[in-house]
């Protein structure tokens, strides 16, 4: 969701031509993306009507939805990431990570790796993709 509502945050309104592009990084699974599309696509048309009626102009929209969603956030192959580093010697990767993650908000330069979508390595690695209600 995360990666779903920082593009929500950068559009004014949503471009009908365009779809869903802007959101492309926050789907995992084409077949997902096809099923939801339609009802997707009206519910943006109908986001894209309330920011008609915004008392905010545009930049504080951006601002608000900037500071309200993050841009990191700790996932579990990211700490994954930082662990297996660490098992190998490097801890360099739970320092970066840390650094990351505590100025959630702020996008980094160069640290796009770690607001990006779960990779493909990490979709069946236990405790990567998903916790069980008792973890």
Do not use: K
Not at 64 to 87: G, H, S
Not at 97 to 115: I, K, S, T
Request: charged share 25%; net charge neutral; aromatic share 8%.
């Amino acid at each position: 969701m995360t990666l779903f509502f920082r593009a929500l945050g950068r559009v004014d309104a949503v471009d009908t031509e365009a779809g869903l592009a802007p959101f492309a990084a926050a789907f995992y699974d084409a077949d997902a993306r096809a099923r939801i599309e339609p009802p997707l696509r009206d519910w943006l048309a109908r986001h894209a009507a309330r920011q008609a009626d915004d008392p905010f102009d545009a930049a504080q929209r951006r601002e608000t939805m900037r500071l309200t969603n993050p841009c990191y956030v700790l996932r579990n192959w990211l700490a994954q990431e930082a662990i297996d580093r660490a098992e190998q010697g490097d801890p360099g990767g739970i320092s970066a990570l840390l650094e990351v993650v505590r100025h959630p908000y702020a996008e980094q330069p160069g640290r796009a790796h770690y607001a990006s979508a779960r990779p493909e390595w990490a979709r069946h690695r236990a405790g990567c993709s998903m916790l069980s209600c008792s973890s």
